[in-house]
Nanobody
């Protein structure tokens, strides 16, 4: 019922950068919790980073220092800035949001890090 819209995925060389965006068209999660998850090939989906409505952030150890999560509640948009990308970052990246009993996922956007 509630859907998020992702963009920004693509092919990038190791050491390069990408920025992902996630838009909440229904403005549901501006006061909720949002996160980026990813699913590498052959692996389970894992939490990459999260951000509360108040801007408190969390990062998985594997991306700490390289990725930055942020949100602009006025634009109903969450971002993931990915720097110093490694081949191990290759995955389908998913946007997630939740508020109370309402939750939603994006469709996923492919990020491929390869030379």
């Amino acid at each position: 019922q509630v859907q998020l819209v992702e963009s920004g995925g693509g092919l990038v060389q190791p050491g390069g950068s990408l920025s992902l965006s996630c838009v909440d068209p229904g403005s549901i999660f501006s006061i909720g919790y949002m996160a980026w998850h990813r699913q590498p090939p052959g692996k389970q989906r894992e939490l990459v980073a999260s951000i509360t409505s108040g801007g408190i952030t969390y990062y998985a150890d594997s991306v700490k220092g390289r990725f930055t999560i942020s949100r602009d509640n006025a634009k109903n948009t969450m971002y993931l800035q990915m720097n110093s990308l490694k081949p191990e970052d290759t995955a389908v990246y998913y946007c997630y949001g939740t508020l109370g009993r309402t939750q939603a996922w994006g469709q996923g956007t492919q990020v491929t890090v390869s030379s």
